[in-house]
């Protein structure tokens, strides 16, 4: 891990609980698998190196603290921000202060030892203060090395000597202060690193005589280890660690590391610098720290940067250039033969051929003189074994050779029909004839005794396009399954060279043609390996599944399957090997050592079984052997950690979003985020990524290849955002991370504002509409108030213009009679008068009366006009039978003002005797009254009038004319009139007619 350091010599290593990586060197760097972010820088002067010791130490609160020789520093994830702690005035001055070690005991109390001595955080007042309770004169000798015991005992490094500071801190124990006698406090040296392992024994390692020392507390028993270095003189321990499997690892100045066998009681492995080899431990002088990661690799850091290494199965044989006479190259295929000897093709150095006890025989390559396989490039793809035992070894270019190993010897072919292709498989059917799967080409038959081959282009032909071969599967004496690379599995009819049957898997829309392996899983099934996962056939019903993975479909690219026994398999992808359960149909997947699959080529990586039951993988330039049995079940994948967050495409630190109790808080403009997350894993381990948003997304979304969830235009709201891991077995992760995001409402997007806003708006309308309805109303009120006031004064008005015009005549009428002395007629006149007055008064108050009314009150009238003229007219009143004229109303008092105009101006000046006619007929929904005299007409009647009254004006008509109008508007109804002059057939007057028109009301 050189490339992206900020400087080679790494002097602390350590991971928080999230799973970032941080590393010190010239800069304090945090990883988190692919990138380096630097947080803090060290480098005192320009041009300076490095410091000689960085300390790191992560607290409960997640604060990263680093110790220099200058300064404290810490780093809050919180604020994201680095600040330099102060110190309490008097402790020392500034310059050199040489921070060596921190530690947080069972209290939570944060200790650190410096060159100042041993000082403890004050929390209140955020700095560092002498350790309260001890003397000075030890306090300052406390400086290197700190722990704290699984009985809460301190054990700190003095200048020469160790101390120990019981549980309750009220003592200090030294060399010179031993009541209990206590072994390890007769350590006379400095102390670099004091370690406490899962036995509770403590490893002391000293400066001076560079002596490793160990301690158990239950037998007081004190041990020594050295490690001589140079004549007369031992190399120094600079970092001890426990790794997964329990065994302690030391980390030396000169000599690398070392681990410590239990068993045996002593350091029996040792694994020395080696800067040539890439997998060798790489560095210069010294190894400065080690650190056991959350996925349990071995993190060395040294003058040379980082190294890492796998601890997990330590059960593995390699078999590459470095234990055997192997080549050093990417391995192609694997076989097995029924004599238990292994056949290895690589690719570009032939093949290796090995005992069943894995010990090299034979190594070939290409060679010009015939010992060796004709392909010139020495690529080998594919091994066969023939019933007589002799191989066959499938090259490119289309290159096959015989090898027989009892001899030796090879045969070599070059038949011209496998076109020069690759052989990708092949199967003997028996002595001397051999299916072939090629490159492109398909499938050929081969005969090796007269070197005949079939080709059978009907393959190429069914599918519409050339295809490749990778696998092939007798299914009985007549048919043969086909892995095809563009077709899909394929039921070959060796007989006829026909496809019989094509099965095209599918994949959501798309269809999988790609199958890159196939085996016989059951009598009726077949397993197909794909480049989208695995495919279970069952060619009785013609019905095929899909593997599927918490109802989701695994979806890798298959290398190679083996079958494992009891239905279960054994199959590769480039990122591990599974074990398939063939009931269940789950998966198994299983740690590795990070180089046994590290395929992004894809090329084959086969599996086979060992003589001796294990199991034998090719990888990328070597073989692994081992035992399925004692293979570690991959665990769940760490917990995913959200890596960054933006807002509008700025970053934020969301480290105190993790908690529900303090929720990211956005403002309304702020709603358009950005969130990468990511499984902190450091060794190439595929993870699947789910998550949602609560509140927003219903269901769990796949992440796919993108790690960030992008969600824009957030409506104001409390939202959760959870993500999880799974591996390629279908373990989850074993928690769910949660980020808490509340994205807070504009004011006006407030549900205070918005319930006021529809209160005010319910409110105004509410108000508007009450004020509307008031005013409408009133207005109406006055209107109509106005309009009824303003009718009936002009009604009264006008019956009262009327009623003195006709009482005016009445009288006169009297008046002539008394004048006569005609006294008889008088009193007749005037009882009708009264008759009249009476129907008058009854109607004057009435707007409508019925027919019969109105006819009863005119016939008094007519009776006292024809005695007032000495009866010179006679009358006449017809009412129509198709009215009921005692329900029937028309406007009160319209028709007497025409029949007194008809009386005085018509009939009164007419010499003979007159005639006046008053007819009501029903004319559709209207009743006409037609008053028609025979008097002398109009305008005879106008020139009288203005020869004997001229400065009398006759208002009847008028009057009557505008109480119409008023009737009509106040009633809605269309009454009208007309005035016709009647002439004979010389234009001379005759009469008068008029035509009334009222609405047919029936009550």
């Not at 292709?421 to 492109?440: A, R």
């Not at 054994?570 to 591990?576: E, S, V």
């Not at 008028?958 to 109008?965: A, E, G, H, S």
Request: net charge neutral.
């Amino acid at each position: 891990m050189e490339n992206g350091l900020a400087g080679n010599h790494v002097s602390a290593i350590l991971q928080d609980k999230k799973g970032f990586l941080w590393i010190a060197s010239t800069s304090l760097q945090r990883f988190d698998g692919e990138n380096f972010l630097t947080i803090s820088n060290f480098d005192r002067l320009p041009g300076s190196i490095y410091y000689e010791d960085i300390a790191l130490f992560e607290d409960r609160k997640g604060r990263i603290w680093m110790g220099t020789p200058d300064n404290i520093r810490v780093y809050d994830p919180v604020t994201a921000k680095v600040a330099v702690v102060a110190l309490e005035p008097g402790v020392m001055p500034p310059g050199d202060f040489r921070c060596h070690a921190f530690l947080q005991d069972h209290n939570g109390v944060l200790w650190i030892t410096t060159g100042a001595g041993l000082l403890q955080f004050d929390e209140k007042n955020n700095r560092f203060r002498k350790a309260p309770g001890l003397p000075d004169s030890l306090r300052t000798r406390m400086r290197s090395a700190i722990v704290e015991d699984a009985f809460g005992r301190l054990w700190v490094s003095g200048i020469h000597e160790l101390y120990m500071i019981p549980k309750n801190r009220d003592k200090v124990f030294g060399m010179h202060n031993n009541p209990d006698s206590l072994a390890i406090l007769n350590i006379p040296t400095s102390a670099k690193k004091i370690f406490e392992d899962h036995h509770q024994r403590l490893w002391i390692a000293t400066r001076g005589e560079s002596e490793l020392y160990t301690w158990h507390p239950d037998t007081n028993h004190l041990r020594s280890f050295i490690f001589p270095y140079k004549k007369g003189e031992n190399d120094q321990v600079y970092d001890i660690i426990e790794d997964v499997h329990e065994e302690i690892w030391i980390a030396m100045e000169h000599l690398g590391l070392h681990r410590y066998n239990e068993k045996e009681g002593r350091f029996n492995l040792h694994l020395p610098g080696n800067n040539k080899d890439p997998l060798g431990l790489h560095y210069d002088y010294e190894t400065n720290c080690l650190l056991i990661d959350r996925d349990g690799h071995l993190w060395v850091g040294t003058d040379r940067g980082v190294n890492i290494m796998s601890l997990h199965n330590q059960s593995f044989t390699r078999l590459d250039h470095r234990s055997r006479p192997l080549p050093q190259s990417e391995v192609t295929g694997i076989h097995t033969a029924r004599n238990g000897d292994v056949f290895i093709g690589y690719w570009g150095q032939g093949f290796a051929w090995l005992g069943p006890d894995l010990r090299v025989k034979a190594h070939y390559t290409h060679r010009p003189d015939g010992s060796g396989i004709p392909e010139e490039r020495s690529l080998v793809w594919s091994f066969a074994e023939k019933k007589d035992g002799s191989m066959l070894i499938g090259q490119e270019n289309g290159h096959v050779s015989q090898f027989d190993p009892a001899t030796r010897r090879f045969k070599h072919y070059r038949p011209p029909g496998f076109s020069d292709q690759t052989v990708l498989c092949m199967w003997p059917e028996n002595d001397s004839i051999v299916w072939v799967g090629l490159y492109k080409v398909g499938i050929v038959r081969w005969n090796m005794r007269s070197g005949e081959v079939t080709d059978y282009k009907q393959v190429h032909e069914y599918i519409h396009r050339n295809t490749s071969v990778s696998g092939i599967v007798p299914a009985n004496d007549e048919y043969l399954w086909l892995a095809s690379s563009n077709g899909g599995v394929l039921l070959f009819n060796k007989r006829s060279g026909k496809v019989d049957r094509q099965i095209m898997f599918r994949r959501g829309p798309d269809t999988v043609r790609n199958v890159t392996a196939l085996m016989p899983f059951s009598d009726s099934m077949l397993l197909a390996g794909t480049d989208h996962g695995i495919f279970f056939y069952n060619h009785r019903n013609h019905h095929w599944e899909a593997q599927t993975i918490n109802d989701q479909l695994f979806d890798e690219w298959i290398l190679s399957v083996q079958p494992a026994g009891n239905d279960d398999a054994w199959f590769t992808t480039p990122f591990g090997f599974y074990r398939l359960n063939g009931k269940t149909r789950t998966l198994s997947a299983f740690v590795q050592n990070d180089d046994i699959i590290d395929n992004s080529r894809k090329v084959r990586r086969n599996i086979a079984f060992l003589q001796d039951g294990r199991l034998l993988v090719g990888a990328s330039d070597h073989a692994m052997a081992f035992s399925a049995f004692r293979l570690e079940v991959k665990p769940p994948p760490p917990d995913i950690t959200i890596v960054d967050f933006r807002v509008l495409n700025h970053p934020v630190n969301v480290d105190s979003a993790l908690s529900p109790r303090t929720p990211l808080k956005l403002t309304h403009r702020q709603n358009y985020i950005g969130i990468e997350f990511k499984s902190l894993q450091n060794h190439a381990e595929k993870t699947q990524y789910f998550y949602k948003l609560e509140g927003l997304d219903k269901d769990w979304i796949h992440a796919g290849n993108i790690l960030v969830a992008r969600y824009t235009n957030l409506p104001p709201g409390d939202y959760i955002f959870r993500v999880k891991g799974m591996n390629m077995a279908g373990v989850f992760s074993h928690n769910v991370t949660s980020l808490y995001i509340s994205v807070l409402p504009a004011f006006w997007q407030t549900w205070w504002f918005r319930a006021l806003v529809v209160l005010a708006i319910l409110g105004l309308v509410y108000g508007y509409f009450r004020v509307r309805v008031y005013l409408v109303r009133k207005e109406a009120r006055s209107r109509a108030a106005f309009r009824e006031e303003l009718a009936q004064l002009e009604m009264k008005a006008l019956r009262a213009q009327m009623n003195p015009h006709f009482i005016f005549n009445a009288l006169n009428s009297i008046q002539t009679f008394m004048m006569k002395n005609e006294t008889e007629q008088a009193l007749a006149y005037l009882s009708r008068f009264a008759r009249l007055i009476r129907n008058v008064l009854d109607h004057s108050q009435l707007n409508s009366i019925s027919i019969t009314r109105e006819t009863d009150m005119l016939e008094n009238y007519l009776e006292l006009e024809r005695l007032r003229l000495a009866e010179r007219f006679d009358y006449r009143i017809m009412i129509d039978p198709k009215l009921d004229s005692d329900f029937l109303e028309i406007p009160a008092m319209v028709i007497q003002p025409f029949v007194e105009n008809a009386i005085w101006h018509g009939l009164q000046h007419k010499n003979e005797r007159g005639l006046l006619t008053i007819e009501f007929i029903r004319r559709e929904n209207q009743i006409l009254c037609i008053i028609e005299d025979n008097g002398i007409g109009r305008d005879a009647a106008t020139t009288l009038k203005q020869q004997s009254h001229p400065t009398h004006i006759s208002r009847g008509v008028q009057i009557t004319k505008d109480r119409l109008q008023i009737y009509n508007s106040r009633f809605k109804m269309d009454a009208s009139f007309d005035i016709e002059d009647l002439k004979d057939a010389n234009g001379n007057a005759t009469g008068t007619r008029v035509n009334l028109w009222f609405p047919l009301l029936e009550d």
